[in-house]
């Protein structure tokens, strides 16, 4: 039973270009949340997606997007890339279920330097 | 917006002591949960607390969620060089967790 996977692990970009980061939920899972970690800082709440479509978002901009295919993979676009992007940005999935309480399962992340 | 706060930042022990990590949030929780991230690692996830004053164990670890619902605690007994790493609380409804900055335990053998 595979966990949640993440691609590319690691990756240098420069300023003011695109990112894409991809992430496969663990097996069973349909909800993929992404979040930013600086170093130092706690995670971070970029947005949720369930059947395919943005469900919560948390404080970033719209430079941040995503998307959720059909086999509930899901990736996460950044634009015009600034130097304060640079983080670990970790994929979580979850099973929505009925009590709504997600618990989260983490990706080990895409570590993006933005030089 | 809700606030999760976590005290101590950082906290040093010697194998054996115990450790405890201290948790806020700025409104009522519906759960808490409780994640590990060991050094270059990812969050794992620990436990989640619901109930109103409900307390928890694993092993030498035991969780607490506050009678009012903000707050939850984390404890330690006796460390292990195996419990190095970040402990990080996180609350929210269904959708948006939001997290704390971490308690970063390390324990000198």
Not at chain 2, 62 to 71: D, H, L
Not at chain 2, 81 to 91: H, K, L, P, S
Request: charge should be positive; proline fraction near 4%; include cysteine.
């Amino acid at each position: 039973d595979a966990g949640v996977t993440q691609s590319p692990t690691h990756l240098i970009k420069t300023r003011g270009q695109q990112v894409t980061l991809r992430c496969s939920p663990k097996s069973g899972h349909d909800t993929v949340s992404w979040y930013q970690q600086a170093l130092g800082q706690g995670p971070q709440f970029i947005f949720q997606y369930y059947e395919e479509e943005e469900r919560q978002r948390g404080n970033f901009p719209d430079r941040f997007s995503g998307h959720q295919f059909p086999n509930y993979s899901s990736e996460l676009n950044v634009n015009a890339l600034l130097l304060g992007d640079s983080a670990l940005y970790l994929c979580a999935s979850s099973f929505r279920g009925i009590s709504g309480a997600n618990v989260l399962t983490f990706g080990a992340g895409s570590r993006l330097t933005v030089l | 917006g809700q606030q999760v706060m976590q005290i101590p930042q950082y906290q040093h022990v010697q194998e054996g002591e115990d450790f405890t990590t201290y948790c806020n949030s700025s409104t009522t929780l519906s759960n808490i949960q409780w994640y590990k991230q060991r050094p270059g690692g990812h969050p794992v996830f620990l436990i989640q607390l619901v109930k109103s004053g409900e307390v928890k164990k694993q092993k030498r670890l035991t969780f607490q969620f506050g009678e009012a619902k903000k707050n939850s605690s984390l404890h330690i007994t006796a460390t292990q060089t195996t419990d190095v790493g970040t402990y990080f609380c996180a609350g929210g409804d269904t959708g948006k967790l939001i997290f704390g900055q971490g308690t970063t335990l390390q324990v000198k053998p």
